[in-house]
T-cell receptor, first 112, second 118 residues
């Protein structure tokens, strides 16, 4: 079963606009990660936010985490056509044998 | 650096055939895992390994076997291929931090194997 669920499933914006994707999860986590997948390629790690962090930045990426609501958001500012991809959140549980569990992803289309 | 290498990239099998998907990493990562990706379902964990000689089942292990004889390699075997195993398969590895199994650090993914079972 999927731990994370992204919203929206698909998002289409114009270049220069901001893109916001949300992730909700069900159980307690140690950390939450965001990955990008270009069409036909493997996943690439973007950012990791730990359960005791509320916000993290990396370049044009901003991730927030609200453990009380069991949700996270990924904001991409000033989107570019090259940002067109699917974005997945993944959660790692609190146990010593935790595994990364992925959501179903948000497909982002950035048009010129 | 090669990172995580998967072979083959594409494969077509007939129902009932067996095959092995290869995965190798050169980062000395203890943790390796196999996922399958199906449309609308994200990635689902098949099997994982926390080190050489140790493997365990993930969410969807039926029909698949794994072994981990070395740190570098983690092959996935399809015992008797079925159309339901048509999917894209990804291998991933990560550093095991403080004895925890995956999750504390980023995972590195291979480019995937697109498998079709007819």
């Amino acid at each position: 079963s999927q731990q994370g669920e992204e919203d929206p499933q698909a998002l289409s914006i114009q270049e220069g606009e901001n893109a916001t994707m949300n992730c909700s999860y069900k159980t307690s986590i140690n950390n939450l990660q965001w990955y990008r997948q270009n069409s036909g390629r493997g996943l690439v790690h973007l950012i990791l936010i730990r359960s005791n962090e509320r916000e993290k930045h990396s370049g044009r990426l901003r991730v927030t985490l609200d453990t009380s609501k069991k949700s996270s958001s990924l904001l991409i500012t000033a989107s570019r056509a090259a940002d067109t991809a699917s974005y997945f959140c993944a959660t790692a549980g609190t146990g010593t044998a935790s595994k990364l569990t992925f959501g179903t992803g948000t497909r982002l289309q950035v048009t010129l | 650096n090669a990172g995580v290498t998967q072979t083959p990239k594409f494969q077509v099998l007939k129902t009932g055939q067996s095959m092995t998907l290869q995965c190798a990493q050169d980062m000395n990562h203890e943790y390796m895992s196999w996922y399958r990706q199906d449309p609308g379902m994200g990635l689902r964990l098949i099997h994982y390994s926390v080190g050489a000689g140790i493997t365990d089942q993930g969410e969807v292990p039926n029909g698949y076997n794994v072994s981990r004889s070395t740190t570098e390699d983690f092959p996935l075997r399809l015992l008797s291929a079925a159309p339901s195993q048509t999917s894209v398969y990804f291998c991933a590895s990560s550093y095991s931090f403080n004895g925890r199994v995956q999750g504390d650090t980023e995972a590195f993914f291979g480019q995937g194997t697109r498998l079709t079972v007819v």
